[in-house]
């Protein structure tokens, strides 16, 4: 159809994509009914690689939902995200939230802040300014494993509510995207 693998599309373009494939070649009537296969269809939405068993049949027709369950199984999920002052961040997989945990270390009450990067936000120049805003000590470290890229934000004490209003006012991230534990 002309569109490349690599590209990003909504799940209502992909099927808009799968409806004219459908339509361009006659093998039904796009979004309902019956939908005979072709090779093209098959090869795309039915065999994967490796994944054939010998004498395994296709089938020769299949309603439109199964093609809409397939196209869905194939497909990898990506997710935009829109940033205040950030720009859009798009990443493989579902919505990340921002992962807020409160905890001692010590005598001393820690709280710590995960995957600020899936919302494009620096945890360096948000450590200096969040020092300065909350006047408490901030820690940056790698996160945990092999590998990471992402940072940890350490910050003192627990400062969940001032980092939950202090992420609305200048990014405009709300509260359902912080997971606090």
Partial sequence: MGKSKSDLYTWDQAKEILV???EKENLGKGDS??????????NALFKSA???KKDQT????????????????????????????VGA????????SIA????????????????????GLDPEAMGDELKRKLNCTVYIEDMPGKNVKEK????????????AQYLETKYGITKKFLEVK
């Fill in 89 to 96: 961040i798009t990443r493989k997989g579902p919505p990340m």
């Fill in 100 to 119: 807020v945990s409160l905890s001692r270390k010590g005598a001393h009450n820690v709280t710590r802040i995960c995957n600020l990067e899936a919302y």
């Fill in 33 to 42: 009914g019956p939908v005979k296969t072709s090779e093209d269809l098959l």
């Fill in 50 to 52: 490796g994944g054939q």
């Fill in 152 to 163: 940890m934000l350490q910050l003192q004490g627990h400062v969940d509510q001032e980092l």
């Fill in 20 to 22: 004219s494939f459908i």
């Fill in 58 to 85: 296709w089938p020769e027709e299949v309603d439109f939902d199964t093609l809409e369950e397939k196209l869905e199984d194939r497909m990898q999920q990506h997710t935009t995200i829109q940033v205040a002052g």
